[in-house]
């Protein structure tokens, strides 16, 4: 299913880049078509204007990006901006944004499997801890500095015990 996802997405994102909710139908209908309705999935697209430090997103029944705001020193959930895709022919999917990452601002997107990671009484990282890892981590002078720290600051929550699903992580650090 990924897999026919990231070719519908690579053949059409260059087309749509401007117009994410066009994209994110386009993806929907040929995964309908090419799966049934039997089987889904959730993605978040973000194109970033390297120049102006622009981000726009869609995302269809993905977990939140979280955004770091430094001038705040607070943390903003951008919540998913339509239902998983693959399931029901015709929906709309929104595009958000776009955002500005501003010097010190930290956008982090990551897969269910860091929030869903749990310590061995079975508790869960969750929201809560993702958005204290996230604060703590902004200090950090890279990218892959507060990358690393995040997972740091779950593998000691989860005492080393391997993890049930896949964490991925995405960070982008304004300069």
């Known amino acids: 299913l990924m897999a026919s996802a990231r070719a519908i997405l690579r053949s ?5 880049c401007s117009d994410l909710p066009a994209l994110f139908a386009e993806i929907n209908r040929h995964l309908i078509r090419d799966t049934g309705d039997e089987r889904f999935l959730t993605l978040l697209y973000a194109v970033l204007q390297p120049a102006t430090r622009e981000i726009t997103v869609a995302s269809g ?11 705040r020193h607070e943390v903003e959930e951008i919540e998913s901006t ?5 399931v029901i ?6 595009a958000a944004g776009p955002f500005v990452l501003a010097p010190g601002d ?30 703590a981590a902004a200090k950090q002078p890279t990218a892959e ?7 740091e600051t779950l593998r000691a929550f989860c ?10 992580l995405i960070v982008l650090r304004g300069k």
Do not use: K, N
Not at 110 to 132: H, K, M, N, W, Y
């Open 61 to 71: 029944g993905h977990e939140s990006l979280m955004w770091y705001r430094a001038s």
């Open 106 to 135: 930290v956008m982090l997107i990551s897969s269910d499997g860091l929030r869903e990671a749990a310590c061995p009484d079975g508790e869960q990282f969750g929201v809560e801890r993702t958005i204290d890892a996230l604060q």
């Open 89 to 94: 022919d015709g929906i709309r999917h929104e």
């Open 159 to 168: 005492h080393e015990a391997p993890f049930i699903d896949d964490v991925a």
């Open 82 to 86: 339509g239902p998983l895709l693959g």
């Open 12 to 16: 059409h994102a260059r087309q749509y």
């Open 145 to 151: 500095a507060i990358h690393d720290h995040i997972l």
